[in-house]
């Protein structure tokens, strides 16, 4: 009887979420902008990433950042020197971030600034494998993370993540030569898993791959094009 109570409670819970996402999103397309949605188990780098996304990306694009964390402003602060709009969200016991916070962030973007200016918001979600995988925030794709000191395994043993990714970036690749890893099984396994997902091994520290990564991400915001032509228009 608890299980099948447990299973409603979870299947509603996610329902709900999922309305609240698709709401979000709704907002996101009606000011012609991309939503991202950046995750990976704590210290993956995706704080890391995201300052070297800013530092070459704001010059090309008006950037949001909605960053996600249990407690602290201690990431916010890092993206902040960017100078871009850096919503801090604490999500107290939660493992993830759920659209209704999500929600929260956009409103409070929207009162400051002019959302419609915005092309792309990135949301740092919170450090877990599991949770945000199943959570939409209302992003139009999800990155995941996976870096090289975390084990060849963890695609088979955390699959949803790797999965629904769209993108996943094996990370800390600088540190390759210096472990006992095999980044082509780290492919075979996510391969395995989801054989479409765009894979871009990345530094943050040297810069490899990251050009890929930023073409990935520019891919992305040329959807909203047409909106933002429409947009312009209007007003
Ligand atoms: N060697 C190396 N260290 C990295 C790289 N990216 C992040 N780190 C380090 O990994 C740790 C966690 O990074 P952070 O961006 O805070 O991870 P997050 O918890 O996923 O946001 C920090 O000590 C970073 O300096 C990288 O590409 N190479
Ligand atoms: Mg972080």
Redesign the pocket.
């Known amino acids: 009887m608890h299980q099948t109570f447990d299973a409603a409670l979870g299947i509603n819970l996610l329902h709900a979420n999922q309305e609240g996402a698709d709401h979000n999103r709704a907002h996101f397309d009606e000011w012609g902008i991309i939503c991202l949605n950046v995750m ?1 188990s ?7 990433l995201l300052e070297r996304t800013l530092a070459v990306l704001t010059h090309e694009y008006k950037i949001a950042v909605i960053e996600g964390d249990m407690t602290t402003e201690l ?1 916010a602060e890092r993206l902040r020197k960017y100078g871009v709009p850096v919503i801090a969200i604490n999500t107290g016991r939660s493992c993830h971030l759920d659209s209704k916070m999500v929600a929260g962030g956009i409103h409070q973007l929207s009162y400051q600034y002019n959302p419609a200016e915005f092309d792309l918001v990135l949301v ?1 979600n919170v ?1 877990n494998l599991v949770c945000p995988a199943e959570f939409e925030v209302g992003e139009h794709a999800k990155v995941a ?1 996976l870096s090289l000191t975390e084990g060849e395994d963890k695609p088979l043993k955390y699959p949803v993540m790797f999965q629904e990714a769209d993108c996943l970036l094996i ?2 690749m ?2 390759a030569p210096h472990l006992d890893v095999d980044v082509d099984r780290i492919v075979a396994n996510v391969r395995q898993m989801n054989p479409h997902v765009a894979i871009v091994p990345v ?3 040297t810069g490899e791959g990251l050009d890929a990564w930023f073409d990935w991400v520019r891919s992305w915001i040329a959807r909203s094009a047409p909106a933002k032509q429409q947009l312009s228009v209007v007003h």
């Open positions: 990976s704590p210290g993956a780098g995706k704080t890391a990431d740092e450090g993370l990370t800390k600088d540190l530094s943050a520290k």
